[in-house]
């Protein structure tokens, strides 16, 4: 599966009441369905996932994937302690075509368990998921290089998404690029190369079915020729590397320019547009124009990826439902939101 472009992490919506908030959630999908955006990240470290029940995630999988447009790639953030946990959500997430599974460090394993035991962890999961794995590397949690290296050789892994900031990442993204760039898979694209989904698949194999035959609609014994349903969907190869993905906002730019696929920043929810104009302005290699877009993207950023609270009210401030979070999470002070609606105030879609 290609990663490239920008990555939406979806936050998820609540009732005043704490319950989950799905008409709402649909509605954020679809319009963000309508943005450049490549693809959808669904309950990533941004969207309160350990405090959702196992029924809560499969319903938020459910209407995430019934909502978005079929050429978004979907990735399902589905990290549990256990093995078992986790294998039986992506058997969720596969029936409802998503495209890879998100999984990171478990809670009980800590920085100094030995390489092994986590690698056990990851390796097992990859081996028995019907979807392919994205790691998650983040702050306390974060996935040794080594680990990374020896996981990027397994043909299940396709990436790995580091949400830590600057200092702490920019060095490791150019490690992991030198020490990973012998893993190398074919993935299927489309004719301008961009991500084929599983539900564009599927759409397409739907739309191919055989015709019923003119021949069985009449009795007259004469031969009628029917041409054959012309594919939906042209495709074809394309060679990549194991990926990597920048996942902090003020981050973006640095990890593109140290070999990052794409990118996975918490703001998107609360400003997709110009977040993704920082990798437009990349991939065009505009790197002055790149530069000034990272730079307006900053303080705002900064604020709003505070905590679930101030990401929320971003969204809020940007026509997209972000709503209260749910409990131990706090609403924003009245000083926070006005400082965060002045930040906001260029940063409007």
């Known amino acids: 599966m290609l990663l490239e472009g920008l990555h939406i992490p979806l936050t998820t919506p609540f009732h005043p009441d704490g319950r989950l908030n799905s008409r709402k959630l649909a509605a954020n999908v679809a319009r963000y369905s ?5 693809g959808l990240l669904v309950l990533g470290p941004s969207a309160e996932p350990t405090l959702l029940s196992d029924d809560e995630t499969r319903e ?39 495209d890879a599974i998100l999984i990171g460090v478990p809670s009980i394993l800590s920085a100094e368990t030995r390489l092994r035991e986590l690698l056990a962890f990851f390796q097992t999961i990859a081996d028995r998921s019907p979807l392919p794995v994205v790691l998650l590397s983040v702050f306390a949690r974060a996935i040794p290089i080594a680990a990374v290296v020896e996981l990027a050789a397994h043909p299940r892994v396709l990436a ?9 990442n920019f060095d490791s993204f150019e490690l992991l690029v030198q020490h990973t760039v012998a893993s190398r898979r074919e993935v299927t694209v489309t004719s301008t190369f961009a991500a084929v989904t ?3 698949k599927k759409s397409a194999s739907q739309a191919a079915a055989p015709l019923i035959s003119a021949s069985t609609l009449s009795d007259a014994p004469t031969a009628i020729a029917e041409p054959p349903a012309t594919p939906s969907l042209r495709t074809r190869t394309k060679t990549i590397g194991f990926q990597i993905l920048a996942g902090h906002t003020n981050a973006m730019l640095d990890g593109l320019l140290a070999g990052a696929a794409g990118v996975v920043p918490a703001f998107a929810a609360a400003a997709p547009q110009a977040c993704y104009e920082v990798y437009a302005a990349w991939k065009d290699n505009d790197q002055p124009l790149a530069e000034e877009k ?20 971003a969204a809020d401030l940007n026509g997209y439902f972000g709503g209260l979070p749910r409990l131990p999470h706090l609403p924003l002070t009245g ?12 940063l409007r879609n």
């Open 335 to 346: 000083a926070d939101r006005l400082a965060l609606e002045h930040l906001m105030k260029p």
């Open 198 to 200: 599983t539900r564009m």
């Open 34 to 38: 309508r943005t450049p955006a490549a």
């Open 60 to 98: 938020v999988l459910r209407t995430a994937a019934d909502a978005a447009a079929p050429e978004k790639v979907l990735i399902a953030g589905i990290a549990r302690d256990s093995v078992a946990a986790t294998l039986d959500l992506a058997t969720c997430a596969a029936e409802l075509d998503y």
């Open 294 to 313: 990272q730079k307006r993207l900053r303080a705002a950023a900064s604020l709003a990826e505070a905590g679930p609270a101030a990401l929320k009210f």
């Open 160 to 168: 790995l998404l580091t949400a830590l900031p600057r200092a702490a």
